[in-house]
């Protein structure tokens, strides 16, 4: 049985700990609040952006547009990895780096001779790759702390750009979609080359709409097109934000549970203690006594 002194050092120590994780809790909820609005803001304009492009560009033949629609064999692919800087958000960075991982993997056993490379963001993902030797072509740390969409915008900037010149047949992005606050769900998206509604479309009831376009079809695609792949990019980083918050929150809490009962015990092994000393030190009193008479 342990001393009395060892009990209230761990007393002491669970304590400070549940303290640090309760105030991590309570800055993760606070955070996740902010960025859980602005993900929902951003989900409809995006979904409704996009469904559009891909009803426009499947009826056009400008040579313009068509550059983001070219499928070519993949000998160079470029998957773009979301993680957090941090850890203490539970399974969250371990998710989708194996969700990455197998789609590595499945793209290797598929095209045997393409070339993966990888454009980390986040420290986590940064180290993950780091260690297996992975190709990178660029690293963005810290990102998340002040993300906002003139930050994310040279990235997918940059990303169109090497799909345009051929550097890259294929881009993709890994991240973890939020769902609710105790799901997250990792996710693999294609981001270039634009992949067109079908002509007709049963389960697209916007499939074969005729748009009026001012002040051209020209124009308006040559504007639209790079903005819905950035609206696109920086709605994957917005899911990923909130759902890195919304894991930290439910970690911490589960950890202030797990200490709240860990007290409960070493509280009852305190108290245990405490009388089997009592016990000990009454029964030497007593047989000294004893011995004195």
Same mark, same amino acid.
């Given at each position: 049985?342990?001393?009395?002194?060892?009990?209230?050092?761990?007393?002491?120590?669970?304590?400070?700990? $549940?303290?640090?994780?309760?105030?991590?809790?309570?800055?993760?909820? =606070?955070?996740?609040?902010?960025?859980?609005?602005?993900?929902? $803001?951003?989900?409809?304009?995006?979904?409704?952006?996009?469904?559009?492009?891909?009803?426009?560009?499947?009826?056009?033949?400008?040579? +313009?547009? $068509?550059?983001?629609?070219?499928?070519?064999?993949?000998?160079?692919?470029?998957?773009?990895?979301?993680?957090?800087?941090? !850890?203490?958000?539970?399974?969250?960075?371990?998710?989708?780096?194996?969700?990455?991982?197998?789609?590595?993997?499945?793209?290797?056993?598929?095209?045997?001779?393409?070339?993966?490379?990888?454009?980390?963001?986040?420290?986590? =993902?940064?180290?993950?790759?780091?260690?297996?030797?992975? =190709?990178?072509?660029?690293?963005?740390?810290? +990102?998340?702390?002040?993300?906002?969409?003139?930050?994310? /915008?040279?990235?997918?900037?940059?990303?169109?750009?090497?799909?345009?010149?051929?550097?890259?047949?294929?881009?993709?992005?890994?991240?973890?979609?939020?769902?609710?606050?105790?799901?997250?769900?990792?996710?693999?998206?294609?981001? +270039?080359?634009?992949?067109?509604?079908?002509?007709?479309?049963?389960?697209?009831?916007?499939? !074969?709409?005729?748009?009026?376009?001012?002040?051209?079809?020209?124009?308006?695609?040559?504007?639209?097109?790079?903005?819905?792949?950035?609206?696109?990019?920086?709605?994957?980083?917005?899911?990923?934000?909130?759902?890195?918050?919304?894991?930290?929150?439910?970690?911490?809490?589960?950890?202030?549970?797990?200490?709240?009962? +860990?007290?409960?015990?070493?509280?009852?092994?305190?108290? /245990?203690? /405490?009388?089997?000393?009592?016990?000990?030190?009454?029964?030497?009193?007593? =047989?000294?006594?004893?011995?004195?008479?």
């Amino acid at each position: 049985m342990p001393n009395i002194k060892e009990v209230v050092t761990r007393i002491s120590s669970v304590k400070a700990t $549940q303290q640090i994780t309760k105030a991590m809790k309570m800055v993760a909820a =606070a955070k996740l609040g902010k960025v859980q609005q602005q993900v929902l $803001q951003m989900r409809p304009y995006a979904q409704k952006l996009t469904a559009m492009l891909k009803n426009v560009t499947a009826s056009t033949d400008q040579p +313009l547009v $068509q550059r983001y629609l070219q499928k070519r064999p993949v000998k160079h692919l470029l998957l773009v990895v979301m993680t957090s800087d941090r !850890g203490l958000c539970g399974s969250f960075n371990a998710k989708i780096l194996k969700k990455a991982n197998s789609f590595i993997q499945e793209t290797v056993a598929h095209y045997p001779s393409a070339k993966v490379t990888v454009l980390p963001i986040g420290n986590k =993902a940064l180290v993950f790759f780091k260690k297996r030797n992975a =190709a990178l072509i660029d690293t963005h740390v810290d +990102l998340f702390h002040h993300l906002t969409f003139d930050h994310a /915008r040279p990235i997918a900037d940059l990303l169109t750009e090497n799909f345009l010149h051929h550097a890259y047949d294929q881009i993709v992005l890994a991240y973890n979609a939020f769902q609710s606050i105790g799901t997250q769900a990792p996710t693999v998206e294609n981001l +270039l080359p634009i992949i067109s509604a079908p002509a007709t479309d049963a389960t697209n009831p916007q499939s !074969g709409i005729d748009y009026i376009y001012e002040p051209s079809k020209a124009a308006l695609m040559e504007a639209l097109v790079p903005q819905a792949l950035r609206i696109q990019f920086y709605k994957a980083l917005l899911e990923s934000n909130t759902s890195e918050h919304s894991a930290r929150m439910t970690t911490m809490s589960k950890a202030t549970d797990n200490a709240e009962e +860990l007290l409960k015990s070493l509280r009852l092994a305190y108290n /245990r203690t /405490r009388q089997a000393a009592i016990t000990r030190e009454i029964s030497e009193i007593v =047989a000294g006594a004893e011995a004195l008479s």
